[in-house]
């Protein structure tokens, strides 16, 4: 009897293990990710198209992945993270247009994959169910070029984004470094961040005809987004593409396309791309962008005994703000008064020099390309703070933001002063360093939101010019009201052409960022210049305007 039992205790153990090493393996998310064709500017150049799945087996597919790992650590249900809703939208780069559910998408996470449901009524597509991390978004649409994206998704909100897709007849202009990698690489070596090294770098150049001289630099002018180019910005906050693009170039209607590329005047050449060629593709080196930056170095001093000062404070912010750097933003001043920044990326600045009892000092500085650019001795005289009061057009005090910065005749407004603001208090009150070169001070109103957060209107805004050689200890700036008024012309102007309108201080306090028959604007009542300027800053034409008292109901006609 006892054998008979230990017989079948052995048999059932032999059963449970056969049943346990013969029974087929089931491997979360075994479904193979997208894949990408190595980088090649042949054929279209367009990545393998990412292995799309019908919706409804995705989701499913996703689900029981999560209700896998649910149920393998069903005590820690209450620590699973919160998943949320992501939207996006995709549109047509050239028309802007929207591509409606003409796009497949899909978006990844470490084998876990979800194609979103398309909703018509918002024209945007909505991924359910994401938990936090970098998902890879991929997305094809015919007769466009593939999309790759990595996109962070926050468990705590949803997020929104629209991205462009690029049409076929568009070429894709890439750089690399020596080692093959991008200009993150060569960033990363240089110890700076990719924006603080190429915003705004490249310059293109497009041709249908082959250049007279394959290395010389074009002699015309880089070309724009109205002429086919879109500069690629590395300044991205949220997401990332492929670290080597730098532009997109319109392709020629037939034949071969020259693309031309230079970084902060380095010319770097001509590329031909044939009409099966999806991109074109540059080599930077280290020595290339470091014989592009610039440097800067001056030395303060007291304006009566050419003594040094070195209790000072020094602010040097890029005109660009992609460009500005914690690392140049406030240089330290030696014992002797003198600061030496470097590297500088070639652009404009706003340098700004305050030491405690003495007039401030405001510069606009520009830097080329290997430019070492020496100031040399900056004098600053003892001079008071300057006292400034805030009122609305009744004569009520406001709370407003104050920014100073160098006055530059015709100038918009917002590129005179700079970044650094002060608030006035509740009396419209507050206190400045003298400026001690002609400048610009600009009111705005301020205000607290009920989130906390600081709310400033830009228009209107009151401007008012310092001039040290007529100095006053005081200044009382009014924000007025501002009337709707809309501009007529008599003659006919090139659409690339914008609008600045310039008030009694030289400074243009509106404006239209292109060029418009009837522009609409938010100005105040008095006597105003309109210029007209080319893509280029030339000017075309100017006028004289008066907006009366009350605005004007009928449009302002300037011949």
Excluded at 70 to 93: C, G, I, L, N, W
Excluded at 194 to 213: H, L, M, Q
Excluded at 474 to 482: D, F, G, H, M, Q
Aim: charge should be negative; charged fraction near 25%.
């Amino acid at each position: 009897m006892k054998r008979a039992v230990l017989i079948v205790l052995v048999l059932l153990v032999a059963g449970g293990l056969a049943a346990v090493f013969l029974a087929p393996t089931r491997e979360e998310g075994a479904a193979a990710r997208p894949s990408s064709r190595a980088n090649s500017a042949t054929s279209d150049d367009r990545a393998a198209a990412p292995e799309m799945l019908a919706p409804d087996r995705v989701q499913t597919d996703a689900t029981a992945g999560a209700v896998e790992r649910t149920s393998s650590a069903a005590t820690a249900t209450d620590t699973q993270p919160e998943r949320v809703a992501y939207r996006v939208a995709f549109t047509d780069a050239d028309s802007g247009e929207s591509l409606h559910n003409s796009v497949e998408a899909l978006a990844s996470l470490d084998g876990e994959r979800v194609a979103p449901r398309f909703d018509a009524e918002a024209d945007e597509f909505e991924f359910v169910g994401l938990r936090s991390g970098v998902w890879r978004l991929e997305a094809r649409a015919r007769g466009y070029q593939d999309f790759v994206a990595d996109v962070l998704i926050d468990e705590r909100a949803s997020s929104h984004d629209r991205f462009k897709l690029w049409p076929v007849g568009w070429i894709v202009v890439r750089v690399r470094s020596e080692g093959g990698g991008g200009i993150d690489e060569l960033a990363q070596r240089l110890g700076l961040e990719t924006a603080d090294v190429f915003e705004g770098g490249f310059r293109v150049w497009r041709s249908d005809e082959p250049p007279a001289d394959a290395l010389a630099p074009p002699l015309t002018p880089p070309q724009r987004a109205e002429q086919g180019v879109e500069l690629a910005s590395p300044h991205y906050e949220r997401h990332r593409r492929d670290p080597r693009e730098v532009a997109r170039v319109r392709r020629a209607a037939r034949g071969s396309t020259w693309i031309g590329l230079a970084f902060h005047g380095r010319f770097l050449g001509w590329g031909q791309v044939l009409p099966s060629d999806g991109a074109v593709e540059f080599e930077l080196a280290l020595e290339d962008i470091t014989a592009q930056f610039g440097s800067l170095a001056l030395c303060v001093v007291d304006e009566s005994s050419g003594a040094s000062l070195s209790q000072l404070q020094v602010r040097l912010m890029a005109e660009t703000s992609g460009l500005r750097r914690a690392d140049i933003d406030k240089p330290k001043p030696d014992a002797r008064g003198c600061v030496d920044v470097k590297p500088l990326v070639p652009d404009a600045y706003d340098l700004v020099v305050e030491a405690p009892g003495y007039a401030a000092h405001h510069q606009r500085i520009a830097v080329a390309p290997g430019q070492r650019v020496d100031l040399g001795a900056i004098a600053l005289r003892l001079a008071p703070p300057l006292e400034i009061t805030v009122v609305d057009a009744t004569g009520a005090p406001l709370r407003a933001v104050i920014q100073v910065g160098a006055w530059r005749e015709g100038e918009w407004i917002d590129d005179c002063v700079t970044p650094n603001a002060t608030t006035t208090d509740d009396a419209g009150r507050t206190r400045i360093p003298t400026p001690g070169v002609k400048s610009v001070v600009c009111a705005r109103r301020f205000s607290m939101g009920a989130d906390g957060r600081p709310t400033v209107q830009t228009q209107p805004a009151a401007v008012a010019v310092f001039d040290p050689k007529a100095p006053v200890d005081s200044l009382r700036l009014v924000i007025p009201l501002a009337h709707t008024v809309t501009l007529e012309f008599a003659d006919e102007l090139e659409s690339a052409a914008t609008l600045r309108v310039i008030d009694a201080s030289g400074i243009a306090v509106a404006r239209t960022s292109r060029w418009s028959r009837t522009p609409t604007l938010e100005l105040p009542e008095g006597e105003f210049q309109a210029r007209v300027l080319d893509a280029f800053g030339a000017e075309l034409a100017r006028y004289s305007f008066r907006v009366p008292s009350g605005g004007s109901e009928r449009p302002i006609r300037l011949e």
